[in-house]
């Protein structure tokens, strides 16, 4: 009998996690809760509970005989779904709600970075409006705004000017524009230079790199309109070094494992790091206690280890043997609702993927009705593939959204494009 599996969450990163599992020989049975109706192709059972419904996922996995369960996204962790499912006795990858703090707060995030020597922009946190404004009227511009607590990535405004940064602190701290969450800001230092995502499985003070990826966080080419969760990503990064990838694990990923361990919250899951190589070196602009979405989309692509098996022994204290691909790039281009990340246009017909073999379909925004896939959400679904070039996977990718119908969705045409011509 092989392993019976249970993952939470509902979006593409989730059917990529839930894909990966469900191609192992390891495994039988993957259920994902809740889930999406573009999952069913790949074998996975959709099961209709809430992911903050603990007492039913408890008894659900229960019923089940479910071996351990994958949490996806931030919302359960920091609600203590790791901790709940311990509690009754059932194994959940993904850390406890006090270690997955350090995405629930940034300045929690910056206190840790600062106490363990952890390079990241240089900050203040600020409860009052006009303490707050003197602040930024002192530093002047550029400068980055950040509701402390989650804001569904709509939370930070990186301001080209005072005025912008001004008013982003009066919606935040005067006009409870991200209600609580945005009751503290941080206010951080504008850091030059490119972005790049650096995950890790992470098992208290064991720390176990993944490769790196680049996400494309605005709406439109060319890096412009508004902050997305995220338009298309790749891996790996060609223009990152190996070297400047070795002195981010040395000193940001390593020493925030240790120093969450040294707090008393040590950490299990998979830690994610949204990293700027900066001139004097990587620092930290944000720390994720999850999967990024959509970078899950093409760094497991990456793996050539059996995830199922790399999960299973991180979950039953062994030591995972976990290999990456040594040549060739994966890229994925994300096609969301036109409107997105504003209010966005619903029920649009999602293309018939069947025919296409050879690139893979993640689905995210979607659902099922008259035996159809139709839109329901903002971001709906992404087209990845891989090539022995960035070019040949960007261009393979592109193939596949050329031929199809888009009707009422758009996607970024320029996925990839630092990683193909940095210069440009
Ligand atoms: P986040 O929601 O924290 O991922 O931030 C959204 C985007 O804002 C990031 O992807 C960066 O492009 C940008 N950003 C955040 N912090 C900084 C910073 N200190 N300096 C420059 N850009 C930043
Ligand atoms: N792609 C960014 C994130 O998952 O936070």
Redesign the pocket.
């Known amino acids: 009998m092989g392993l019976t599996i249970l993952v939470i969450g509902s979006g593409g990163r989730e059917h990529t996690i839930a894909q990966k599992l469900i191609q192992s020989p390891k495994v039988t049975t993957v259920f994902c809760a809740m889930g999406n109706a573009g999952m069913k192709k790949d074998g996975i059972q959709i099961v209709d509970i809430a992911e903050d419904d603990h007492a039913s996922l408890i008894q659900f996995a229960k019923e089940n005989n479910v071996d351990w369960t994958f949490v996806g996204p931030e919302i359960p962790l920091l609600n203590g779904i790791v901790d709940d499912f311990s509690a009754s006795g059932l194994k959940a990858f993904g850390p406890l709600k006090a270690a997955a703090f350090i995405e629930g707060s940034k300045d929690f995030a910056k206190t840790i970075m600062n106490k363990y020597n952890i390079p990241t ?1 240089a900050h203040r946190t600020f409860f009052d409006f006009a303490k707050a404004q003197a602040y930024v009227l002192e530093q002047g511009a550029p400068i ?1 705004i ?1 509701a402390d607590g989650l804001a569904a ?1 709509k ?2 405004v ?1 301001a080209e000017t005072v005025e912008v940064a001004i008013e982003a602190l009066k919606e935040m701290l005067e006009e409870n524009k991200f209600g609580s969450s945005g009751a503290k800001v941080v206010i ?5 230079g490119e ?1 790049f995502s650096l995950l890790a499985f992470v098992r208290n003070q064991e720390v176990y790199p993944m490769v790196i990826a680049q ?1 494309h ?1 605005r709406a439109y080419e060319n890096d412009l309109g508004p ?1 997305t969760g995220g338009m298309g990503a790749y891996s790996p990064v060609p223009q990152i070094s190996d070297e400047l990838v070795a002195e981010a694990i040395a000193t940001i990923l390593k020493p925030t494992a240790q120093g969450m361990v040294a707090e008393g919250r040590a950490f299990t899951g998979i830690l994610y790091a ?1 990293l ?1 190589a900066t001139q004097t070196g990587p620092k930290v ?2 720390f994720n206690a999850r999967f990024g979405d959509p970078e899950t989309q093409v760094v497991l692509q990456r793996l050539e280890s059996d995830f199922a098996q790399v999960i299973d022994d991180l979950v039953n204290g062994k030591q995972p043997n976990i290999k990456w691909k040594q040549t060739g790039y994966s890229l994925g281009v994300v096609v969301a609702a036109n409107g997105y990340p504003n209010q966005y246009e619903k029920n649009h017909l999602i293309p018939d993927f069947s025919t296409i073999e050879t690139e893979q379909v993640y689905y995210a925004g979607v659902k099922e009705e008259g035996g159809q896939l139709i839109s329901n959400g903002g971001r709906i679904y992404l087209v990845e593939a891989s090539g022995e070039t960035l070019k040949q996977a960007q261009e393979a990718v592109y193939k596949v959204l050329d031929t199809v119908d888009t009707t009422g969705t758009f996607y970024r045409d320029d996925i990839g494009f630092k990683g193909i011509n940095p210069a440009g």
């Open positions: 922009a980055v950040k990535g939370g930070v990186v951080e230092e504008f850091l030059a972005e996400d966080k902050n949204g700027i602009i944000e």
